[in-house]
């Protein structure tokens, strides 16, 4: 079969529309052209760089005709670093952008009835910059520099491009960041070489509890040793008056998994305070909170909303993490019951239901695949279940409770497009779906999260 287009050939075509990742999809002879950061409606001229038999990739050489939605990015990094994918469009097309995407996997996957079904528009923020709350920087040392530094990797690779201000994250956390690496560049502190497999820190991890100022920092390294603790410590804790919790985390694995198993506390306490309206919630190290507290308050109303409890129903909070959705819905169900894979999630999540008095919560260790059929078995038939699963989707055997044994009401709250409308594939044969409601809770990227409503047919 002759080859369309080769490596390094020019092309002028027209973007049609933004694919999952962002980026501008094209054709050239019935040939899908992926370019990113071009939007729809431009003309572009661009250089293929990759062919492969289904199709190609291309970067822009020049916009001949520019969308009236294209803004230039703020960021000094955005060109290289492949931590956000949508700074050059505007923010209000963002959020439209986020609402097709959740078309366009409905349409390729085609769960029953999914013409019919209620989009909502996306809720965006007033504020659409510096609302993480988590950062996670590899560490490199730059040899022609002669120093260490910390950042993001560059779009599908294991390129640094160093960053001392990332505009999407909160800027506490920044300051902790560039306040470690000085410190770490003082002290001489040995850097992880991936080649060499050599080496002790590798990665630096930091969490602030928006509401209360507090900070963690997680030291991931390669080795239990950590040279220059003490001074390093010492200094850090004086010059960042919020720093309360210093960890260690040993990653000693060739994965791509940042944390590893073992998490040790060197200073300070074991977890940080977040407060999420009147909840107060204790985050270890390894505990999921969602990114961005902002948005998470609109994103756990909305799925209150789409649950609609009444004072005699029980729900299940699956994938509850340190138990943020249940404990959200505790004061207005009978009974929540919550699981979790990690051991300190769960341990937080009993925590956090004892120092917010709640009483009526119930949480295990284990997959929801597990305990779900255990608790049917006991006699527990949850009326409401909610399901938060990371970015795979649900796992195929709780996809399989969860249809064979229908609860009346199911509301999945998804961070991935795809694997919700592949999931709701099995779940549309069982539930009615009601609507889905979009909620940017990562502006500037092309992740979106989703709020489905459903119940039982």
């Known amino acids: 079969m002759e080859q369309v287009v080769k490596n390094g050939q020019k092309i002028n075509v027209t973007i049609k529309r933004l694919g999952i990742n962002g980026e501008g999809i094209a054709y050239f002879r019935r040939l899908i052209i992926f370019i990113p950061k071009a939007l729809p409606g431009e003309k572009i001229q661009a250089k293929i760089t990759n062919v492969t038999a289904k199709f190609a990739e291309a970067q822009i050489i020049q916009i001949i005709k520019k969308s009236p939605d294209r803004i230039t990015a703020p960021c000094v990094f955005y060109d290289r670093c492949g931590g956000c994918q949508l700074q050059h469009l505007s923010y209000n097309k963002q959020l439209d952008f986020k609402r097709d995407l959740l078309q366009q996997a409905l349409t390729k996957f085609k769960p029953a009835g999914y013409k019919n079904y209620e989009l909502k528009e996306t809720i965006g923020m007033q504020e659409p910059w510096r609302y993480r709350n988590k950062a996670q920087f590899q560490l490199r040392y730059n040899f022609k520099k002669q120093k260490v530094e910390a950042g993001l990797y560059e779009i599908a690779s294991h390129n ?3 960053i001392d201000n990332c505009i999407v994250q909160e800027p506490d956390t920044q300051t902790l960041i560039n306040t470690a690496v000085q410190l770490i560049n003082k002290y001489q502190i040995p850097i992880y070489d991936e080649k060499k497999n050599s080496g002790i820190l590798k990665t630096l991890m930091v969490r602030k509890g928006i509401k209360t100022g507090e900070i963690q920092l997680v030291l991931i390294t390669h080795t239990n040793k950590l040279p220059q603790k003490n001074s390093l410590i010492r200094e850090l804790t004086q010059r960042v008056p919020q720093l309360v919790s210093i960890m260690q985390n040993v990653q000693n694995k060739k994965t791509s998994l940042v944390m590893g198993d073992t998490t040790e506390l ?4 074991e977890s940080i305070a977040e407060a999420l309206d009147d909840l107060k919630f204790d985050l270890s190290a390894r505990a999921f909170f969602q990114l961005n507290p902002y948005q998470t308050k609109i994103l756990y109303a909305e799925a209150r909303r789409a649950l609609a409890l009444s004072p005699q129903e ?4 699956a994938y509850c993490g340190v138990g943020t959705i249940g404990l959200s819905m ?3 169900a009978k009974e929540v019951r919550g699981m979790d894979t990690i051991p300190q ?3 937080d999540a009993k925590r956090n239901a004892k120092r917010l008095g709640v009483t009526n919560t119930h949480y295990e260790t284990g997959t929801a695949e597990e305990l779900l059929p255990k608790w049917l ?3 527990f038939q949850p009326d409401a279940i909610v399901v938060d699963p990371p970015r795979t989707g649900l796992d195929q055997k709780l996809l ?11 509301v999945y709250v998804s961070c991935n497009v795809s694997t919700l409308a592949r999931d709701l594939v099995s779940l549309a044969q ?3 779906i009601h609507y889905l409601q979009s909620v940017d809770m990562f502006p500037q990227t092309a992740r979106c999260e989703v709020v489905v409503k459903m119940t039982k047919k």
Not at 266 to 269: D, N, P, S
Not at 314 to 317: E, I, M, S
Not at 400 to 410: H, M, S
């Open 160 to 162: 640094l491009v160093a």
């Open 266 to 269: 060197l200073w300070g306490k």
């Open 314 to 317: 029980t729900l299940v909070d």
């Open 330 to 332: 505790a004061k207005i």
């Open 345 to 347: 999630a769960i341990e």
């Open 377 to 379: 078995k006991a006699g």
């Open 400 to 410: 399989r409770a969860l249809t064979q044994q229908p609860v009346k009401k199911l």
């Open 430 to 432: 069982v539930y009615n």
